[in-house]
């Protein structure tokens, strides 16, 4: 069967990128590679709309989000950590790994974060040294107003802001430098349109202050020693060659596309997507919409995991389903990373016959009709 | 310029692997991955010789050296830690960071350490609670009398014995469990002929019960979080699929030649290399060496460095040189991976031809022969 993958990481891969990757193998102490480690750093400074460095570590998005926390802070420090899905929770259970004393904010699943309330934690605790913050919870399809946030935490001469925008970068507008963003972290296997195995992370002036005084014990993920290899085109230790090799492969096909254009692709998708669910009937999970992911309420009497299961089984089509206490309750349509037009026509086409299957009552064509009619209102080319 | 790489990692990806690594994404939660993730955990258990559970991270070799720091010990324990080497010195930085309080035995580079070392140093202070060790030196070609440390070790209750096996699994015998190996290291780009970016890691029984008292932090290295998700053929975080997918590829390779084959095929080239550099008039640099690289003391008056420069732009071969104090002073052929006969012939070849350009008078072929000599002793089909 003919495999379709819609899920929000990894995504597909472009054959471009694969065929990158695909070429012999490089020595990382050798010219070539430190070439082409030079472009890529140089295209990440771009993509992350940063002055800084921005590294490249061996690992999974995880990686990036421990390292922002062991490289920031030190033992009994406070954070303030807004949860609010799977993604925020990982920032808490980081710190909370590394003895670091957690406030916590928590949002309602589906629902995003109200700056105002970062606001009152932190005039109520300037004891509190660093924000972790997510911009696009994947778990739940929300965008948080990052925006709002760098606004109450700026300016603040003590506070850092992390930010897991893993599901955010390429696909909507996280400039770093003009937001004043501390640290941000990114994983491959998203907008980037790569395999997983390869995390980013980019601090401010701010935080390598911080980082010179912060104690927390720290060794492969120490970001100090890759900055000091990194400023000099090559890294602390033996890096992901191939990925490092596929991601310069990515930038120059999201650099020949333009950041504007980037985002661009990624809303009307999004919009498109979020239409075909009104036109099928359903329910949107998010009322703060994400244009990485787009999380569907199951209809009342059918299994969210029956709907993954028969997408998967009888069509070849791999969506997600909800995690934790969403199991069965919500799916989740990607549209980060290498989509166009027809796979979304496709994930819907296939919920449509998926829902069918299973009893539900719609009108076959609906979904598909309502985000053909979005795609013709977003569309920029003749 | 038709290159050749012929380092000791990343080595060469045999084609078998790269195009398996093309293939379209899969996504790690689904079961298609998870069959690919217990055929290589399978496969792994079988290359390290362990019943126990062999751990995939994303990430390099130093960071399965980092995880068998931070999992097993905690802050102000002590650990012997057996430096010759830049490997061996890394174990020393990785305890340090971590604020292990370490003895030290520090063997001459070039040198093997002697057992009995470690005996009384763990005889003298009983408090010892780990001896980190390597098993194959890459910065000088040594290998260690791995077996004659374990069995001092062996059988002391509290102390662990920790091994950096990166360079030695794959190439020589290095049985797990029968030597009573308590956690082992091992990276991708190595003897399972990968690109860089997965480490893998197993404990004994007597590792993990350190490990439930084992104070350090850890997050993303987590190794009990790792072994609960990946006894279910799931991993704690987003793996890197395409490693993992190749790995599946190197390990039915591995298991067609059978273990006993590709360290006979490593022994083999090692010889080869070594007569080969007899044949030339030049000295090995270490006592004990390695079957993973063999590294060659660089003649009087002949600076290492332009031997490497002038192998790697006028030849095209890229050979790894000394580091640190061995800067200039040796040059290191790597027989660890998809290397055959004529690879090495190639790099001998290479050599002599570069050394004759240097001014250094050899007979040319005499390097060459001494290997095909060497072959035909060691040939073993018909």
């Not at 601090?203 to 020693?225: G, H, I, M």
């Not at 209809?299 to 089509?317: E, F, Q």
Request: proline fraction near 4%.
């Amino acid at each position: 069967m003919k495999e379709y993958l819609l899920t929000a990481g990894p995504t597909p891969v472009p054959e471009r990128i694969l065929l990158a990757m695909a070429a012999p193998m490089l020595y990382h102490r050798a010219p070539a590679f430190m070439e082409c480690l030079k472009e890529t750093t140089e295209g990440l400074k771009w993509l992350f709309q940063t002055k800084q460095l921005v590294l490249q570590l061996a690992g999974s998005g995880t990686a990036a989000m421990d390292a922002a926390v062991c490289n920031f802070l030190s033992k009994g420090d406070r954070a303030l950590v807004v949860r609010g899905g799977k993604f925020g929770e990982r920032w808490g259970k980081i710190c909370q790994a590394y003895g670091v004393d957690c406030t916590f904010i928590d949002v309602e699943w589906g629902r995003s974060v109200d700056p105002q309330l970062v606001k009152q934690s932190l005039d109520k605790d300037p004891s509190i040294k660093a924000v972790y913050a997510t911009a696009s919870e994947t778990s739940t399809g929300v965008k948080h107003d990052l925006e709002g946030i760098a606004r109450v935490v700026r300016g603040r001469d003590g506070v850092l802001l992390c930010v897991d925008a893993i599901t955010a970068i390429g696909v909507f507008d996280v400039p770093m430098d003009d937001w004043g963003l501390d640290v941000v972290c990114l994983g491959s296997q998203k907008a980037l349109m790569l395999p997983p195995g390869l995390a980013m992370i980019a601090a401010s002036e701010k935080a390598w202050a911080a980082n010179a005084k912060a104690t927390l014990p720290r060794f492969y993920l120490d970001l100090l020693r890759e900055k000091k290899s990194q400023e000099k085109s090559e890294t602390a230790f033996t890096p992901a060659v191939s990925l490092i090799v596929g991601l310069r492969e990515s930038l120059r096909m999201l650099r020949e596309e333009t950041l504007e254009g980037v985002w661009a692709r990624h809303d009307r998708l999004a919009k498109a997507t979020r239409s075909a669910a009104g036109g099928l009937g359903l329910e949107l999970f998010s009322s703060s919409p994400t244009n990485a992911i787009t999380a569907i309420r199951v209809p009342g009497g059918i299994d969210g995991s029956a709907v993954v299961r028969t997408m998967k089984n009888r069509y070849g089509i791999t969506i997600a389903g909800g995690q934790d206490h969403l199991k069965g309750k919500i799916v989740r349509i990607a549209h980060i990373g290498y989509f166009s037009e027809f796979d979304i026509v496709t994930a819907i086409s296939g919920l449509e016959m998926t829902l069918s299957d299973l009893g539900y009552g719609i009108k076959p064509g609906s979904g598909v009709a309502a985000a053909q009619a979005s795609f013709a209102q977003t569309r920029t080319s003749p």
